[in-house]
């Protein structure tokens, strides 16, 4: 992040502005102030659950992928694919290493359990997604928007994750990082945060496309071979798993054909996301689940409106439209919320937008919807039937 930070403040000598730097530091600062904030919120609301549960915080933290995560960690991946369906066909090949291998590493050096360690490492990088956000809200717009892009990206409905044992926090920093050096044009750098990212999760594979339109524009603006490094290198981390897995299984799909037996996920245009949902409507089972799908559906409504009308640099368009687009068109309406956080520089045309008094009732708004989410899905599983 402090390199990062560097790279923001080398703008020609014509393009800087007096106190500059001062204004930087001081939106670091409130980025990592916001989000401890949000971290206060969050760890009030994961004590209550373990209080209602009788878990302990750990269990309340780690649990749900991060399961699966901590097995990577524990025995890494089996060498054949799983047959049948369901329970008996998942196995941690459907979980990239990106993340688990961080655990590993910082557990080692500090002695912590895994578990801690990954609630650590989440919310470390998830203080650090917010700073970076920052830099690149500020360089795309202004210092006030960035402020308020910040604010809200702290308090997402479904931010909690960002200090829970999961890859979440750290593929947001890498996306943002490689955002960020897109705009800068600082192509080594977008390369590697883009192939770090698709080590981390699969869908940092659309960072490829984000980099591949930039160094086009690029090499013809400047007539230089150069900026292709960042396409290059930004599908290594992601074909470099499969090719790992290949490798140890025998099958080149082993991810999709886990992804798919195991948790019946997969690419399906959104059929299996309407089925859910309207199965859940037509039961009128967990109404709160309902209301959180409505407000998913009207919130990225408003936002892609906004960023058609005010329009952001081109590669943070292809990645808002290709993680949306993987959001709603695959196979898992019940992780809809926490894969729109991904979602993230959509918030930065809202920001831009909300005046007034709108903009504090949003963020309270999106504070409580995030306390509430943390505390209903937690305990749904556990107490309530």
Known sequence: MAVLGRIALERPLSDRRPGQASSIRRGVWLSLAMFAASRLVTFLVAVAIMAVSGRSLTDVLARWDGGWFLAVVD????????????VQAQTTIAFFPGYPLLIQAGSSVTGLSPAVTGVVISTLAGGAASAV??????????AKT??????????????????MVYAEAVF??????????????????????????????PNGLVLTL?????????????????????????????????????????????????????WDQGFDFGVSNVRSALAI??????????????????????????????????????????????????????????????????????SHRLAGQAYPVV??????????????????TWLWP
């Open 75 to 86: 025995h890494g991946y089996p060498e054949t694919v799983a047959t049948g369906f369901g």
């Open 133 to 142: 956000l920052w830099l690149l809200a500020a360089r795309v717009t202004d």
């Open 146 to 163: 960035a402020d308020r892009t910040v604010i809200l990206f702290c308090f997402f409905p479904a931010a909690f994750v960002l200090s």
């Open 172 to 201: 947001l920093v890498l996306v943002a990082s490689c955002l960020l050096a897109l705009v800068l044009e600082r192509w080594a750098v977008a390369g590697l945060t883009a192939a770090a990212a698709g080590l981390v999760r």
């Open 210 to 262: 984000c980099c591949g339109w930039a160094a086009v524009q690029a090499i013809r603006r400047h007539r230089s071979w150069w900026p292709a490094i960042a396409p290059l290198l930004a599908p290594t981390g992601f074909l470099g798993f499969l090719g790992y897995l290949y490798l140890r299984t025998g099958d080149p799909l082993a991810y999709v054909h886990t992804q798919r037996r195991g």
């Open 281 to 350: 409507a037509g039961s009128r089972q967990f109404e709160f689940y309902i209301l959180v799908m409505v407000a998913c559906l009207v919130g990225i409504g408003v936002a892609l409106y906004l960023l058609v009308r005010w329009r952001l640099p081109a590669p943070l368009m292809i990645y808002v439209v290709g993680i949306v687009g993987i959001a709603f068109l695959s196979s898992n309406p019940t992780s809809l919320p926490r894969f729109l956080l991904a979602a993230f520089p959509v918030l930065i045309p809202i």
């Open 363 to 380: 963020v309270a708004g999106s504070a409580a919807c995030m306390a509430t989410l943390f505390w209903v899905t937690s305990l749904a």
